[in-house]
């Protein structure tokens, strides 16, 4: 019989409810065991909702992040925390630079966050240096493991693998990680005794860095910490995901391990070599469920190549989603206002187990047993096949229309630099921040006010606009140079925009996790995108009509657009990042029209869509980088184009960024101390940049001595005239209280750095 089984669920709950409760903490508004309590409800919830598996996860549910969990699990939280604190707030003070309100403990330097591979979940990086060590501390997880067997006798715990927690970590002092891993490995295999005594038979060991491109050295590794791992008492499910394995798939089959689960979704070319490759004695277990979009699976299709797989493999076939569900919303059912066709078509992670569990009904017991169930996905599939409204033929024909030079600026940076600093006439070391403002609990009842119908358009914009006065009045008073209007008017960067382009549709539940207690509820682009009407146009007009100062028209670009979206995958993703980005080019010369000189286009998510392996990185770049091109470059010369990147290791495609031909660029550099700076010593940057100077995902206010220091360094590799002092991100998540000191030491850091420019 095949078995089914998960990889991890969303830990947020179909309502966000462990958002609300751990913001609450974080306030001091509840305390610890109010924090516990709801987890475990949470926990025990979303194991009865995957009760039809044969084998439940247990260890996916996390209060901030797994990889940080896997830090606390083995004794390797940074120094700089406080020892004295509970377990709790310690975790807290790493993730987020403190822990709540009301407590004591000491605010630290957050821990630096970056995306989990090739997704929008952040991950806080493991820290090393050569004198790292390790001591199990398996409370949590023993914890869950002891509530799961209350009620549930088939449990899978499931932990990051030694290997890939080394390789996602960062050496501060730049020693060898590998050189950590004997040690490691040790507590790894403390673990797995305990695990035993708690009468776990499998475990699943996370290891998705085999689907990247490991040299021999990290090869080396798993063979070294599997070797070792092989005498534990319990059966170990190697686990990879979002690609294939290609060179380390015969490493994969041939690791002393009891299976190996691989992503079909992604690496369905692999599987019939996996077979031929996998050991007699091993467990195979197929992700055949996609776990990073919302459409349903063609389960008649998948029957179709899963068929004669089980005539070989038989009980040694395992199902599964290709990776954690943590990526995608809970349940379809809540969504009561989604447009029923384009519901017809999705699958949330409840509705992808149910999925599994036709397919496994089917192989296990015959196709007639789940008839009527492959008839209603048949039709579904076929009905969004032939829907017309995906297609739309005039989008079609503008794009096989484009003028082949498109993409490109009327004149080479030097000569737009000039007369934009003719136009500006801005200071040495220029402020601005990077477009959101706080949004208020009276911002989000009025928009909660508006959606429901409680107040009409006139009464809600009215409120919008004073909310842009109130942003820009405080904007003024701090000293900022280049002005935003605060964005009040936007749920999301993406979303924002999306309502108000053809071809995406949104739901009311659709909530997946970015990191922590921020969620977010990625728009769903079902066919083809257009631009029916200006977006921005009227609102930033308003705000510049308040200032003298320029004030940015904000945008979010095409390819964060598509990689923050849930996308349709009946084209390739270039082809639907192309349409976004006409729409959005639109948008940009109707602003500069409109008399909006400075205009800022968001990708923050441009390294997020990087394929896993280098080798297929230049394709991907070509196509993103013409599409931001594209957006923004059908403006004058005096027009100055601004983007931004938050949390992204760009080092390694600098070229490709200097290729976007932006005027400025503002990007995180906080919390990793200016060291994503390091590249500009090798690589002639040639606009201006702005290195965020403030953490905004940490509520500690920074100095102005942090500012000028962290500037300083930045002075050091690029020319002081092209340098820009804002923060790291927008700042949309954090309250006045935290916004107006930080950015009055950012002006003030700023007067002394011109200061200091004037006399060196």
């Known amino acids: 019989m095949i078995k089914t089984h998960n990889l991890g669920f969303p830990r947020i709950g179909s309502h966000r409810q462990l958002k609300f409760a751990l913001e609450s903490y974080w306030k001091g508004n509840s305390n610890e065991a109010d924090l516990q309590q709801l987890a475990e409800t949470l926990r025990q919830t979303h194991w009865q909702l995957q009760s039809d598996l044969d084998l439940l996860p247990v260890g ?14 083995v004794g390797n939280l940074p120094s700089r925390s406080d020892s004295a604190a ?15 309100a009301s407590s004591h403990c000491q605010h ?52 990051l693998g030694p290997v890939s927690y080394l390789w996602l970590g960062k050496a501060k ?47 080396q590794a798993f063979k070294q ?59 195979l277990s197929l992700g055949v469920i996609n776990g990073r979009n919302i459409w349903k699976t063609d389960l008649n299709a998948t029957l179709d190549w899963l068929e004669p797989l089980q005539a070989r493999l038989k009980d040694r076939l395992w199902l599964a989603p290709s990776c954690s569900l943590l990526h995608v919303p809970v349940d379809l059912a809540s969504e009561e206002a989604l447009d029923p066709e384009i519901k017809s078509w999705l699958a949330y992670a409840v509705q ?13 017991a015959g196709r007639v047993q789940v008839a009527v169930q492959l008839r209603d996905n048949a039709l579904a599939i076929d009905s969004r096949k032939q829907s017309d409204r995906v297609h739309k033929s005039a989008v079609q024909t503008r794009i096989s229309n484009l003028d082949i030079n498109i993409s490109e600026r009327q004149n ?37 006010q508006f959606r429901l119908g409680e107040i009409n358009a006139e009464h809600y914009e009215t409120f919008i606009r004073d909310q842009i006065k109130f942003s820009i009045t405080e904007q003024e008073a701090i000293g900022l140079d280049v002005l935003v209007h605060g964005e009040a008017e936007r749920n999301d960067m993406v979303e924002y925009f999306g309502q108000q382009l053809e071809g995406y549709v949104f739901s009311q539940f659709g909530w997946v996790q970015s990191y922590g207690s921020r969620c977010v509820k990625p728009p769903i682009i079902y066919g083809d995108i257009f631009r029916s009407k200006s977006m921005t146009v009227e609102t930033a007009v308003y705000a510049q009509s308040l200032s003298k100062r320029p004030v940015k028209g904000m945008l979010t670009g095409p390819v964060t657009m598509l990689n923050w979206s849930f996308v349709r995958d009946d084209q390739p993703r270039s082809a639907t990042c192309l349409q976004l980005a006409l729409a959005i080019r639109d948008e940009v010369v109707d602003l500069e029209q409109a008399g909006i000189d400075i205009i800022q286009i968001d990708e923050a998510a441009l390294r997020e869509g990087l394929p896993l392996r280098r080798a297929q990185w230049q394709d991907y770049l070509n196509w993103a980088v013409r599409s931001f ?132």
């Open 108 to 159: 630290v330097a957050a821990g630096e966050m970056t995306k989990w591979f090739d997704t929008n979940y952040h991950y806080i990086v493991p820290e090393f240096d050569a004198e790292t060590s390790f001591e199990l501390h398996a409370e949590n997880l023993i914890a869950q493991i002891e509530q799961a067997k209350r009620q549930h006798k088939n449990i899978k715990p499931v932990i």
């Open 173 to 219: 002092d730049n020693s060898d990680k590998l050189l950590l891993l004997d040690d490691l490995v040790v507590v790894y295999e403390q673990l797995l005794i305990k695990l035993a005594e708690y009468d776990v038979e499998w475990v699943q060991v996370d290891e998705p860095i085999l689907v990247t491109e490991l040299d021999a050295k990290w090869q």
């Open 225 to 283: 910490a599997y070797f070792l791992l092989n005498k534990s008492p319990v059966k170990l499910l190697l686990t990879s995901y979002f690609g294939e394995l290609k060179e380390n798939l015969h490493l994969a089959c041939e690791l002393p391990v009891a299976g190996l689960h691989i992503d079909s979704i992604n690496a369905f070319s692999e599987i019939n070599q996996v077979v031929d490759w996998l050991p007699a004695h091993k467990i």
């Open 629 to 760: 091109k594209i957006s923004a470059n059908g403006v004058r010369d005096e027009t100055q184009i601004h983007t931004h990147m938050c949390y992204s290791e760009f080092n390694d495609i600098i070229a490709a960024i200097a290729d976007m031909d932006a005027d400025v660029i503002t990007i995180e550099t906080s919390r990793s101390d200016m060291e994503l700076l390091d590249v500009f010593n090798e690589f002639a940057y040639p606009y201006e940049i702005g290195p965020g100077v403030y953490d905004i995902h940490s509520p500690n206010i920074p100095t102005v001595d942090q500012i000028v220091n962290l500037m300083d360094k930045a002075a050091e590799r690029v020319p002081a005239e092209r340098l820009w002092v804002n923060p790291d991100c927008g700042l949309k998540t954090r309250a006045w209280a935290e916004v107006k000191p930080a950015l009055a030491a950012m002006v003030t850091a700023s007067q002394i750095l011109r200061e200091k420019a004037q006399f060196s």
């Open 412 to 448: 080479p940076y030097e000569k737009r630099a000039k007369l934009q600093q003719q136009r500006f006439n801005l200071p040495l070391f220029p402020t601005t921040t990077i477009g959101s403002f706080p949004q208020t609990a009276e911002i989000r009842q009025a928009r909660k």
């Open 60 to 73: 996916d549910f996390s209060f901030y992040d797994h990889v940080l969990d896997t830090s606390a699990l």
């Open 352 to 364: 992808k187990l149910a999925e599994l569990n036709i397919l496994a009904t089917a192989l296990n």
């Open 86 to 100: 509970s377990s709790l707030d310690r975790y807290f003070q790493v993730a987020r630079g403190q822990s709540h």
